[in-house]
């Protein structure tokens, strides 16, 4: 069966070889075995359960969990001329029914559902009169309370097992620790299952962390040095911030665009819409945007606030570069944003074993963000996953972080907070430190302190920075319903001069500079000029289809095209993702392009 794998690799999908595990995943499918995936996003997960279900007798059923992820996919296969359908509340009763219909004559080889329409009685007894030649469950986290995106509707997905015992069944998904995997294992019945861990590493994305310094600023630097003209995501806490970033880009002349889930849902589905199908669009969102989206050239992912765990941030970073082309990570954040969070946390209707696991995501995710050395090695070992040496793409390799002694200023900061009784939040705590005269102080007598005054050598933002810092470290505690500070045990050791105390030493935020280098190059301008003639006739056959252009040819393969310059059919047939289908519908539209291009 392996040579059959092969064959669809490259006549269907256009690829020459597997990558990774995904020949070992596919084999085990084929040949009738349960497989629980692990690999990042990029790595190729869905051609580990649609090779085998064209290989496969029957029809191939995928449990995805949203619309847009369904809809992309199937685009995707119909291009190289795969059999596929999907079924969801897009659809009106005329089409379902078209749908069903081709389910029963065996004209599908996959077929996409929700687990909601998937665990419909009628839908279940529909599946038993069907030859089926495996189940796909996508996204497979979400069966997991200690996930990030837990799902209910996932749980009841352990009926697979028990009314189809002898259908083979693949979980897949692109971020689980290991309590996450054993409750996929757990709740799916993945016991027997073999289990394939790729590496969690994204090498071409590159990770930066900064605190906050003018946010806005930090932006709008970030994107004109590094990204006019590219696709990305910006990711906000809030629906009301979502707003504000995206109104504030449009004025600055970049085409952003709204995503929250309070958002009417036309314009939801439109904005989603032209993210996916043009090539220059900016979505600024919440989290309700983005899980299972395919669009593999997103250039970058900033985060304007902190995200809720490791996971998450693995997640959400993930969506770019999925191409493998280089992308960026970029993320400012600030003391404010862990107040806010453990707020949530703490107010939120989970037991409280939840919320302590919750509490223990957010402190690892603060460690990540306020360590000196590699981020990528901190990341990866969160996930179970070692990486010998320091990555070289993340700031912390690329720029080094100076740290500085802080252990008297730190005596001076939780000495102040233990002498104003442990009620008071971060501004207040700093303006008796740097000795600002306002009534407030003299009222409470706080002028009279030891500690009043005593703090000059730093400014107000270099003492939020050791707050932030003495909070991811465990050092200070935040009282959720009032924002102010606590001691925790672990101060003692620092207070009575017992251990020295090295924090990072905030960068300075950049004034002005040169643009950095575009993330695709070529080596002459005639290469480039090819390159956009290509991309103009990909945007042209996608309009006419109405799909994103991505889905006719990736950018990787059109790089190909520059990089080999096939002038026949048979030569364009050995460039990577041209499979037979694709180079049937548009060989000769490139070609011409190829051809009667000036390049030379």
Request: glycine letters at 6%; charged letters at 25%; one cysteine or more.
């Amino acid at each position: 069966m392996s040579r059959l794998a092969q064959e669809i690799l490259h006549s269907t999908f256009g690829f020459d070889q597997f990558r990774d595990s995904q020949e070992a995943i596919i084999n085990q499918l084929i040949e009738g075995g349960d497989v629980m995936v692990l690999m990042p996003t990029g790595g190729g997960k869905s051609l580990c359960y649609q090779i085998p279900a064209i290989a496969r007798n029957g029809v191939g059923i995928v449990i995805s969990p949203l619309i847009a992820l369904m809809q992309n996919q199937v685009h995707a296969l119909q291009q190289v001329g795969v059999r596929a359908a999907f079924l969801n509340s897009s659809l009106d009763y005329q089409e379902t029914q078209a749908i069903e219909r081709q389910l029963f004559n065996a004209e599908l080889d996959l077929l996409y559902i929700a687990p909601e329409r998937l665990m419909n009685p009628r839908m279940l007894n529909m599946m038993s009169r069907l030859n089926i030649a495996l189940f796909a469950i996508d996204e497979a986290h979400c069966v997991s309370q200690w996930g990030h995106d837990f799902r209910p509707e996932y749980h009841k997905l352990t009926i697979l097992h028990e009314r189809f015992p002898d259908i083979p069944r693949i979980a897949l998904t692109a971020t689980a620790d290991q309590t996450t995997r054993s409750e996929i294992i757990s709740q799916l019945g993945l016991e027997k299952a073999q289990i394939f861990v790729s590496g969690f590493d994204r090498p071409n994305i590159t990770y930066r962390i900064n605190q906050y310094q003018n946010q806005r600023d930090q932006l709008l630097k970030f994107l004109h040095r590094e990204h006019k003209g590219d696709s990305g995501i910006v990711y906000c806490l809030s629906r009301k911030k979502v707003e504000t970033i995206a109104d504030w880009l449009s004025s600055k002349g970049f085409n952003a665009l709204p995503y929250h889930a309070r958002l009417p849902g036309t314009v939801r589905e439109q904005n989603q819409t032209r993210f996916l199908n043009e090539e220059n669009i900016i979505i600024v969102a919440t989290i309700a945007f983005g899980m299972g989206i395919d669009k593999p050239d997103v250039r970058f992912v900033a985060h304007l606030d902190l995200p809720k765990s490791i996971e998450a941030y693995y997640q959400e970073t993930g969506r770019a570069g999925r191409d493998g082309l280089p992308a960026n990570a970029w993320m400012s954040y600030g003391l404010q944003n862990v107040v806010t969070l453990r707020q949530m946390l703490d107010s939120s209707d989970a037991g409280e074993s939840q919320k302590r696991i919750e509490r223990y995501k957010l402190d690892t995710m603060l460690g990540l963000c306020e360590i000196t050395s590699c981020r990528r090695q901190t990341l990866l070992s969160y996930f179970d996953d070692k990486l010998e040496k320091p990555c070289g793409n993340c700031d912390n390799c690329l720029e080094p972080v100076k740290t500085w002694d802080a252990s008297i200023a730190v005596q001076k900061l939780i000495s102040c907070i233990y002498r104003t009784g442990q009620r008071f939040g971060a501004g207040y705590i700093i303006d008796i430190l740097l000795g600002k005269e306002n009534r407030r102080i003299q009222q409470l007598g706080h002028h009279k302190l030891t500690t009043y005054g005593i703090g000059g050598e730093l400014n107000a933002n270099q003492w939020r920075s050791v707050l932030r810092q003495l909070v991811a470290r465990g050092l200070l505690d935040v009282d959720i319903e009032y924002g102010t500070f606590r001691l925790t045990e672990e101060c003692r050791p620092i207070l009575k001069g017992q251990q020295q105390l090295l924090l990072r030493q905030d960068k300075k935020p950049i004034k002005s500079g040169p643009t950095r280098r575009k993330q695709i190059t070529f080596s002459t301008q005639k290469q480039e000029a090819l390159w956009h003639a290509l991309r103009k006739c990909r945007r042209e056959i996608a309009e006419k289809q109405n799909v994103p252009p991505y889905i006719i040819f990736p950018d990787t393969t059109l790089i190909e095209m520059v990089d080999h310059l096939p002038q026949t059919l048979e030569q364009l047939s050995h460039v990577s993702g041209v499979g037979t289908v694709k180079l049937e519908r548009y060989g000769d539209a490139f070609l011409e392009v190829l051809n009667h291009h000036e390049y030379n």
